[in-house]
């Protein structure tokens, strides 16, 4: 029990106001699902913020247009429908890569890299 209790609390610190934004390296990330790289060109705007509001209900945006998303199979699946859905199949453009663990370790990043991460704060 106790050792669920001091996994949980790591978790949940990251979560704490005034913890930074871990450096983004790569070789360090941690994946709990899948990881997935999420890329797209949409040519109408409206369809376009649907797209990156679908993809930022999932992941975290790393550039523009592409997204990281550790999502289960169960979620991935949710949102390429969601996707599929959205776009243009005539006008539009849609990619996801799937990343391995041990890909990830792989990885190479140049320059400085921050990877955007989703933050829960409590107000009182």
Do not use: H
């Not at 029990?1 to 941690?30: C, H, Q």
């Not at 592409?66 to 776009?87: H, K, M, P, R, T």
């Amino acid at each position: 029990m106790r050792n669920w209790i001091d996994e949980t609390a790591k978790d949940l610190a990251f979560y704490l106001p005034g913890n930074g934004v871990p450096p983004g390296i790569p070789a360090e990330r941690s994946v709990k699902n899948m990881l997935r790289l999420i890329a797209y060109d949409i040519a109408e705007p409206k369809r376009l913020r649907q797209v990156a509001k679908a993809c930022e209900d999932y992941g975290v945006r790393i550039e523009k247009s592409v997204f990281e998303c550790d999502l289960s199979e169960n979620d991935y699946a949710e949102l390429w429908g969601q996707l599929l859905n959205l776009i243009d199949e005539s006008e539009d453009s849609l990619i996801a890569y799937r990343v391995c663990k041990s890909c990830i370790r792989e990885t190479q990043s140049a320059g400085v890299i921050e990877r955007p991460c989703k933050r829960l704060y409590y107000l009182f």
